[in-house]
C-alpha cells in the first residue's frame, strides 16, 4: 500500500527545491488538501518566518497525514465506490 502522506510531503519538498511556495501550495491544493495556512505577504515584516513555516509544515509527513486522515473521514462515499457491488 502506498504511503500517501509520505509520497506528498517528499513531492512537496522536491516541488520547493525545484520551484516557488506557490508552486507547493499549488499542489496541496489539487490534492483536495487546504493549505496550512493564510498566504504570506510579501513586503511583511513576517513574511520570511511564514515562508519557513509554510515550507515547513508542507514537507512534514505528520502534517499531511492528519490532514488525509481529515479528508478521508469528511469523504466516507470515497471509500464506499471502490467496494464491489452486494450479491442480492
Not at 516557488?20 to 491544493?29: F, K, T, V, W
Request: overall charge negative.
Amino acid at each position: 500500500m502506498i504511503n500517501l502522506a509520505l509520497l506528498h510531503s517528499t513531492a512537496c519538498q522536491d516541488v520547493l527545491e525545484a520551484s516557488r511556495l506557490e508552486d507547493a501550495l499549488d499542489y496541496c491544493a489539487a490534492q483536495g488538501v487546504a493549505p496550512p495556512f493564510s498566504p504570506c505577504v510579501q513586503g511583511t515584516p513576517e513574511y520570511a518566518q511564514c515562508v519557513a513555516r509554510a515550507k515547513e509544515t508542507l514537507c512534514d509527513y505528520g502534517w499531511w497525514e492528519k490532514r488525509l486522515k481529515l479528508k478521508a473521514a469528511r469523504e466516507p462515499h470515497a471509500h464506499h465506490n471502490s467496494l464491489p457491488p452486494k450479491a442480492p
